[in-house]
């Protein structure tokens, strides 16, 4: 039976009002977001982000709306989605979109916002909705920490994914060891892996919710990796060096992440150093992600790792972030980020050094935060031996 990727109406519903129940112990009378995140978490309708509106409006009673350009109406009805569909001529129109929405809503005394709104949104929103108070709302911020069960299993399948993403990179840099063939270049093999993680999508999944981006991420190797961020370049793999593969994928829209790092070729002593150094952090990170404990709290657990082994000075980013509708999302698991730890999370767990002309170490795993503690959502091996590829 093939996996069925679209969320049931049941589930967006139950969303929604968990939202509005948030909304209305802030006393608000509706929320409005344009954040195509958020959008797509409340009503289920995932879309290509450009200059016209589409706008979600959530009053504290009565019916969810969709506000969005006519040229999307067909678009939301084939995604079945949860709100009753407003639409609008075109952008920017004779009448400004937002105003349709207010003629067809309920008029709020105290609305809500995304904090993402744009200062030039928010003046249309102030002008639409004349005479209601407008204020920056985080209840789908935090409506979207704590998963629900069908969401984890989005989440879980993604991580199967991921890790069989891993494995092919392995096996094709391997191959080509083997057979006496060229390494493949970083771009070669991200663009591989993209294809194999939409590939499982395309033969195993019904209903696939298809957005930007699917099934990738980044790979990099030898100096070019002791950027956190570096994108893929034409650099073929090279016996000595490392290579970093930075993967992840999103199913039904929901994110997971995997990341290893691999030595091709016997180990240096420091190569073996560093990788070690960054295997302790990640588990102590592992084990320090658990309800009621804070998210600078548990970084700094992770981190405090890497500077007792001397290398603190190669640190150049926090343990992790949250995942869900968004690959980093709040909570950041990050010294400044006092939010604490609830059952239902999803966050990564990817501390990392980075040495500047050499190489960057980082093992990345997307937690479940359970009652017990952190659950890995990926599993790929991280040992010593496992991530030695022989050349």
């Not at 994110?255 to 960054?278: C, H, K, M, W």
């Amino acid at each position: 039976m093939a996996f069925r990727q679209r969320l049931d109406a049941a589930v967006l519903l139950r969303i929604q009002e968990r939202v509005r129940r948030s909304l209305a112990a802030e006393q608000l009378d509706a929320l409005l977001t344009d954040d195509p995140e958020d959008v797509a978490y409340l009503t289920g309708f995932f879309h290509h982000p450009c200059e016209r509106p589409v706008v979600a409006y959530l009053p504290v009673e009565g019916e969810t709306l969709l506000l969005v350009p006519r040229l999307e109406t067909d678009h939301a009805e084939w995604q079945r989605v949860q709100a009753k569909v407003v639409d609008y001529p075109e952008f920017p129109g004779t009448v400004e979109p937002i105003s349709h929405l207010a003629r067809v809503a309920a008029p709020p005394g105290r609305l809500g916002i995304s904090p993402s709104t744009s200062i030039e949104r928010l003046a249309l929103i102030e002008s639409s909705f004349h005479g209601a108070q407008v204020t920056p709302s985080y209840a789908v911020t935090r409506a979207r920490w704590v998963k629900e069960p069908e969401e984890l299993t989005l989440h879980r399948e993604a991580g199967r994914i991921t890790d069989v993403m891993l494995r092919r990179g392995v096996d094709l840099v391997v191959d080509a060891v083997t057979q006496g063939s060229p390494l493949p270049t970083e771009a070669e093999l991200a663009a591989f892996l993209g294809s194999v993680g939409s590939g499982i999508m395309d033969a195993e999944h019904e209903d696939v919710v298809v957005i930007g981006f699917r099934a990738g991420g980044l790979v990099y190797s030898g100096p070019n990796s002791a950027r956190p961020h570096g994108l893929p370049s034409t650099h073929r793999l090279r016996p000595g060096e490392t290579f970093m593969l930075s993967l992840g994928c999103a199913v039904g829209g929901r994110y997971i992440e995997g990341e290893r790092t691999f030595i091709l070729g016997e180990p240096s002593a420091d190569q073996q150093r560093y990788y070690e150094a960054v295997r302790a952090a990640q588990a102590v990170g592992a084990g320090a992600l658990r309800p009621g404990r804070t998210c600078a709290e548990a970084n700094d657990a992770c981190l405090q790792v890497i500077r007792d082994s001397g290398l603190g000075h190669y640190l150049q980013h926090r343990m992790g972030h949250g995942i869900g509708v968004g690959m980093h999302e709040s909570p950041w698991l990050e010294d400044g980020d006092p939010t604490v730890l609830q059952e239902g999370f999803v966050v990564s767990n990817e501390p990392g050094i980075y040495i500047p002309g050499h190489a960057g170490y980082r093992i990345s795993d997307s937690m479940q935060i359970t009652a017990e503690g952190a659950q890995p959502l990926t599993a790929f091996p991280r040992s010593l031996d496992d991530i030695v590829v022989a050349a």
